[in-house]
């Protein structure tokens, strides 16, 4: 059982930046992968970034450059740094978790970042 809490939503103007941040708490198995997710209204969720415990990262080709993906395994909680800004970011950005050795899919209930133009 894992609890995840996102933040650091809001909103921003094109160019700007934000910092979200996702804390997982409960019972948590090592090693594990942890993600960022994101649906606009209209849009199916799709994969925006995911790190493993061992650094391992993968990125959506639309951030690649812009966003960096990032973690403290001590703390269990993962970092997503949003650079140079879009209005095609604007979503209902949301926190998953998976262990590699207990099956399963844990999500946050996510937090809206709105990119003005």
């Known amino acids: 059982q894992v609890q995840l809490v996102e933040s650091g939503g809001g909103l921003v103007q094109t160019g700007g930046s934000l910092r979200l941040s996702c804390a997982a708490s409960?019972?948590?198995?090592?090693?594990?992968?942890m993600g960022w997710y994101r649906q606009a209204p209209g849009k199916q969720r799709e994969l925006v970034a995911t790190i493993t415990t061992g650094g391992d990262t993968a990125y959506a080709g639309s951030v690649k450059g812009r966003f960096t993906i990032s973690r403290d395994n001590a703390e269990n909680t993962v970092y997503l740094q949003m650079n140079s800004l879009k209005p095609e970011d604007t979503a209902v950005y949301y926190c998953?978790?998976?262990?590699?050795?207990?099956?399963?899919?844990?999500w946050g209930k996510g937090t809206l970042v709105t990119v003005s133009s």
């Open positions: 998953k978790y998976s262990s590699f050795s207990v099956t399963g899919n844990y």
């Open positions: 409960g019972i948590i198995f090592r090693p594990n992968a």
